[in-house]
């Protein structure tokens, strides 16, 4: 049983298409994340969010948007997708200030 | 607004050598520590943590780490490291307030020659 799934695995887009990245854990956790590793492998965070509540929002663009129907499940929509967009975006639980649980993380390239 | 700092970029050891990755981070408050390891191609995995109490804590695989307050450090220490250990190690804190942000070091790239 999967504990963070997240999907696509590997995305590939053209420029100033529109993308969305969907992820679910079933772990019971309350709070969500998505995070950024860029190709030098560094971790940045972009967004919280706690029982559907955002509570994290990082300097990211606008054109990055989150949604959480529910705590379970944390989507990532991108709109006009940038070449520096491109980067290995991880979907994450955790409850209270316990260890994060990662997902397998989706490749997003943008041609 | 808290940092981590991870000095070593890239580790080349061979096997059966001693390892040692400094993490240092800056925050005022009490903190929560963590280090976590991605193997090549996958995601990220908690090695160890660091709450309270013993500030010599033990993981998995063999691995340790030592919070120094004092030094604002979380160092990662293994006495003997196998090629198996091939890989990225971030060091993260976490201010263990009640919003959980957890902020990541760089990482180090730690590879091991057979």
């Known amino acids: 049983d999967t504990a963070v799934s997240q999907t696509p695995k590997y995305l590939v887009t053209q420029m100033g298409n529109d993308k969305s990245i969907k992820c679910e854990q079933n772990?019971?956790?309350?709070?969500m994340y998505w995070y950024k590793q860029d190709s030098k492998k560094f971790l940045k965070i972009m967004f919280s969010?706690?029982?559907?509540?955002?509570?994290i929002n990082e300097t990211v663009p606008n054109r990055f948007s989150p949604k959480s129907p529910d705590k379970a499940h944390l989507n990532l929509h991108i709109n006009s997708l940038e070449l520096g967009d491109s980067a290995v975006y991880f979907c994450?639980?955790?409850?209270?200030?316990?260890?994060?649980?990662f997902g397998s993380g989706t490749q997003l390239s943008v041609l | 607004a808290q940092s981590v700092s991870q000095h070593n970029h890239h580790v080349i050891l061979s096997e059966a050598a001693s390892l040692e990755l400094g993490c240092n981070y800056s925050y005022g408050g009490t903190v929560n520590l963590f280090w976590y390891v991605q193997y090549p191609g996958q995601h990220l995995q908690l090695l160890l943590k660091y709450f309270s109490g013993d500030p010599l804590v033990k993981g998995i695989k063999g691995f340790e780490a030592e919070f120094i307050k004092s030094k604002f450090s979380f160092n990662l220490r293994k006495p003997s490291v196998q090629w198996s250990d091939t890989a990225e190690y971030f060091c993260?804190?976490?201010?263990?307030?009640?919003?959980?942000?957890?902020?990541f070091g760089t990482g180090t790239k730690l590879q091991v020659i057979p």
């Open positions: 993260a804190v976490n201010d263990g307030g009640g919003y959980q942000k957890v902020t």
């Open positions: 772990l019971g956790h309350d709070t």
């Open positions: 994450a639980s955790s409850q209270s200030s316990e260890k994060l649980f």
């Open positions: 969010y706690n029982n559907k509540e955002l509570i």
